[in-house]
């Protein structure tokens, strides 16, 4: 039986980067370029007359701005978008904007000068393109205040934990780890958003293009009640603060003492990435033990589901995003096929299963949830 191509639309002013990217996308097993655009409004007119399955889009063009175009495509048309954005200050901005407004995912624009690396990016490319494809776009609903988000939590004040100045045993702090790629910048803004400061640290691996990581970590810093930043070689882990691996580089978390670190390497790609989830889920089982707690959200492809499944052995609260809510259900997929989840939750409550999760690793032998109760005290 023959199986129709994804038809692909091509939007970008430069000409040079139409060709380009339709000689990459054109030349792909069941791809099929059948225009391109080179502003919103012929864009438009091209989509009316052609239905294609997915666009590649630029976001700064002439007459009106790719945001704009995107707005209003998510509005009255909704399609799989694929960002083609530069590595700009104001390109990584725009383009984390454009996934929030419902785009499916981002990729660089190849770097045609020095014509080097163009077979990785065209794998890239065309990988992402035939992901998008399989998506099922939905609308855009604007969430309510982070506060609002939080009113349901467990928070930290209701439990029992250490008095002031009481020292809690070493080596026993808790961890939160989080994995995410194909539509995880808003999976993961929808978990930070419902964590109260108090939160244990986060460590982070989203699959991003280099030069984005640092953008989408001030923009979480801004958008959530924690402090974000770009991991750095040596970050301590602190309460209340998430950590987000740079885009190229593998994050691990170590040990120096009773403290946790960030370390990053340059190491070769695992499972085709740079950061890797299952790298720095594999870290946590050789340093943090049952005192960490971890989730794997949407995503395309198997990473993170071995490491999810190495900590679940070792008694980690493991929690992996169910498929209703996800972009993609490959990553959280395959950890649940390998039996890698204590829990297959919707995304809206799997921040406050981690918190929870977390505290009660927190909390002094005995005097957890169960003394808690036995105090005649109730969680709300």
């Known amino acids: 039986m023959m199986v129709e191509p994804i038809r ?16 990459i996308l ?24 052609l239905d294609p399955d ?44 454009a996934l929030e407004l419902g785009a499916v ?13 163009l077979e990785e990016y065209a794998e890239e490319l065309i990988e992402k393109v035939r992901t998008a494809a399989a998506v099922r776009v939905r609308r855009r609903v604007a969430h309510a205040a982070p506060e609002s988000a939080r009113s349901g939590l467990r928070s930290s004040a209701n439990l029992v934990l ?11 702090e808790a961890v939160i780890a989080i994995g995410a790629s194909t539509g995880g910048t808003e999976a ?32 979480m810093n801004r958008q959530t009640g924690l402090v974000v930043k770009e991991a750095a070689e040596g970050d301590r882990l602190l309460p209340g603060h998430a950590y987000i691996a ?42 943090s033990g049952t005192n960490a707690c971890a989730a794997i959200l949407t995503g395309m492809g198997v990473d993170g589901a071995r490491g999810l499944k190495e900590l679940h052995d070792l008694g980690v609260h493991t929690i992996a995003q169910d498929e209703a809510t996800s972009v993609v259900w490959g990553m959280p997929g395959e950890a649940v096929r390998r039996g890698a989840a204590a829990a ?32 005649g005290r109730r969680l709300p």
């Open 188 to 219: 993961i803004k929808e978990i930070l958003m419902r964590l109260p400061p108090d939160t244990p640290g986060l460590v982070i691996v989203q699959h991003i293009p280099p030069g984005f990581s640092a953008a989408f970590a001030a923009r």
């Open 246 to 287: 740079p885009g190229d580089r593998h994050l691990f978390l170590a040990r120096d003492g009773a403290r946790y670190v960030c370390r990053l390497s340059d190491g070769e790609p695992v499972n085709r990435h740079r950061p890797s989830v299952d790298a720095l889920f594999r870290s946590l089982a050789q340093v």
């Open 54 to 97: 997915v666009l590649t889009l630029d976001v700064e063009m002439p007459r009106m701005d790719g945001l704009t175009f995107l707005r209003n495509l998510m509005r009255l048309r909704p399609l799989p978008v694929v960002m083609v954005s530069s590595l700009t200050v104001h390109g990584a901005e725009a383009t984390l904007q």
């Open 162 to 172: 250490p008095r002031r100045g009481e020292p809690r045993p070493r080596g026993r």
């Open 344 to 375: 297959v939750l919707p995304l809206p409550e799997i921040g406050p299963a981690l918190y929870e999760a977390a505290v009660k690793r927190n909390a002094p032998s005995g005097r957890g949830l169960d003394a808690l109760q036995m105090r």
């Open 26 to 49: 054109g030349a792909a097993a069941g791809l099929e370029v059948v225009a391109t655009a080179q502003d919103p409004y012929v864009a438009r007119e091209r989509i009316k007359a």
């Open 105 to 117: 995912d981002v990729v660089r624009k190849p770097d045609l000068e020095c014509g080097q690396g």
């Open 8 to 23: 692909v639309l091509v939007v970008d002013d430069s000409a040079l980067m139409r060709k380009v990217l339709s000689e």
